[in-house]
């Protein structure tokens, strides 16, 4: 049957991979016939996601933390040697931060930026090399919508979600020679285990007031999934260094 999503004989490693937004895509990556490799610190949420993949025994995982910035090489040897190049990343490990600007300090934001930057770009520079990735691969990065609109209390967290993008665009460039795709997916509001928490802290008036910023409601790992796996295929093999907007029409206004 013609379907140009199919991730049929591709390789996909998802970080964040064993709650919300990450694990969203993980199944749906091995619903879409990729084989899928785990990224996240927990083995028991793992292995939890991994039971959760269409046929688990074809996927793979691996225990790591991301703030371990300099053993990223050492990740991507063993599962490259083991599990041979990849071809498509979704790169959806993230904290937020909720402090007001006084109260950053620089810790703070290298902390933030670590973890949802640095660790990105430090897969991404290895998968610059034809040794771990395929020519014709596609890179996806999760980042938000703070990195085009301002809120409150997030400036290290939306600063570290800006850099995404703007960094996309010169990547999308240099990699462009080998036909590598890369792009950012910036998801507003969405249902995750985690958000549905904050979200329950919130006083009615403060949870009506952001509920109503999206003309189609909040999101659902759903929304951001599918946004992932057409950019991990081969339909938008003419697209790179974007940003794709998945907000329920929030920022149309
Ligand atoms: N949920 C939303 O409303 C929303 C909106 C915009 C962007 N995002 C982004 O989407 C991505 C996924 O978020 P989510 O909402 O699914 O939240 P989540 O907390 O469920 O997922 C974040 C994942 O990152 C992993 N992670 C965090 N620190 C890590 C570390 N040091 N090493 C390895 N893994 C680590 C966590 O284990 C988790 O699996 C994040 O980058 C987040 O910033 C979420």
């Not at 371990?68 to 990740?75: E, M, R, V, Y």
Request: glycine share 8%; aromatic share 10%; net charge neutral.
């Amino acid at each position: 049957m013609y379907n140009p999503f199919s991730l049929e004989d591709k390789t996909v490693l998802v970080t964040g991979a064993s709650s919300g937004i990450g694990q969203q895509c993980a199944i749906d990556c091995s619903r879409m016939g990729a084989k899928v490799i785990l990224i996240a610190r927990n083995e028991i949420r793992l292995q939890e996601t991994l039971s959760l993949l269409d046929h688990p025994e074809r996927h793979c995982y691996y225990k790591f933390d991301l703030f371990q910035t300099d053993q990223i090489k050492t990740l991507v040897d063993e599962i490259v040697e083991k599990q041979g190049k990849i071809d498509g990343f979704v790169y959806a490990a993230g904290v937020e931060k909720t402090l007001p600007i006084k109260l950053l300090t620089p810790d703070d934001y290298i902390n933030v930026f670590k973890v949802n930057t640095l660790g990105a770009f430090e897969f991404i520079r290895y998968f610059s090399n034809k040794k771990y990735f395929r020519d014709g691969g596609h890179i996806v990065l999760i980042s938000s919508i703070t990195s085009i609109i301002g809120r409150g209390g997030v400036s290290a967290y939306a600063a570290s979600k800006g850099a995404m993008v703007s960094a996309v665009r010169s990547m999308a460039l240099e990699l462009a020679k080998k036909k590598i795709c890369i792009n950012c997916i910036s998801p507003g509001t969405i249902l995750t285990p985690l958000m549905q928490n904050f979200l329950s802290d919130l006083s009615e008036e403060d949870y009506q007031k952001r509920v109503s910023g999206f003309p189609l409601g909040l999101g659902e790992v759903v929304d951001v999934s599918n946004a992932c796996i057409y950019l991990l295929s081969d339909a938008s093999r003419w697209v790179t260094g974007q940003n794709l907007i998945v907000d329920g029409g929030y920022t149309a206004r």
